[in-house]
């Protein structure tokens, strides 16, 4: 008898140790995404307030010590909470704006022009994407995708991430500006470069 609980009490030690490492594991996959998440945004508001070589600096300190994925996985869809709940989203608050990650946001931008109510609506929060998306092809610029491991290649991806940046600029001043069509032509043009560049860049 008295093995058979010495034998339960050792099962759940084990099962609570199991549990504790499982959760200290996800916690620090958590931290990993907010330091990440926090050192772009620091990025976005360094091109916000126009200094570029603050912005460069930043971009340079974070690709040293990232992988690129992370970074681009911030553009995915938010949720309130689970795996996703650290994107970034679109907006102050999850499932205000809709579709809720940038990615999708902008895909959606893309296809047509907005009725002007919802675009007054959204600009504050479309700049403040459009300023992370600026952010995030500034890192991309210094760290190309280990497929580019040519000349030509590193030409083609620096090409690609500066559509990307250009597009986001423009992105920017049009949600500023509230020109309902203008968003449209720069998230397309931020669309095609990311698309364009997933062709021949993204890993089978």
């Known amino acids: 008898m008295m093995t058979n609980v010495r034998t339960l009490a050792l ?13 200290a594991g996800n916690s620090g996959a958590a931290d990993d995404k907010a330091d990440v998440r ?12 126009g200094d570029a ?14 992988d690129l994925e992370p970074v681009m996985y911030l553009m995915k869809k938010r949720e309130a909470k689970g795996k996703a709940k650290g994107y970034f989203g679109v907006g102050k608050t999850p499932g205000t704006i809709e579709p809720d990650g ?28 459009a300023y992370r998306i600026a952010a995030i092809a500034e890192i ?3 760290k190309p995708n280990d497929k580019a ?14 559509s990307m940046r250009k597009g986001a600029d ?11 069509p203008a968003i449209k032509a720069a998230a397309s043009k931020v669309y095609s470069s990311c698309n364009n560049c997933h062709g021949d860049f993204r890993d089978d």
Do not use: H, R
């Open 38 to 49: 926090q050192a772009v945004q620091k990025i976005a508001e360094a091109i916000e307030k």
């Open 11 to 23: 099962g759940a030690s084990v099962l609570i140790l199991g549990l504790w490492f499982l959760a």
């Open 102 to 129: 940038i990615e999708a946001k902008i895909m959606n931008l893309g296809k047509q022009v907005k009725p002007q109510k919802q675009i007054d609506k959204e600009s504050e929060a479309l700049a403040e994407m």
């Open 53 to 66: 070589e603050q912005a460069k600096m930043l971009a340079g300190e974070l690709a040293k010590d990232n």
């Open 149 to 162: 491991n040519n000349p030509t290649k590193k030409k083609q991806w620096a090409e690609y991430a500066g």
């Open 170 to 180: 423009e992105l920017a001043e049009a949600a500023k500006e509230k020109k309902a």
């Open 140 to 142: 991309a610029q210094v």
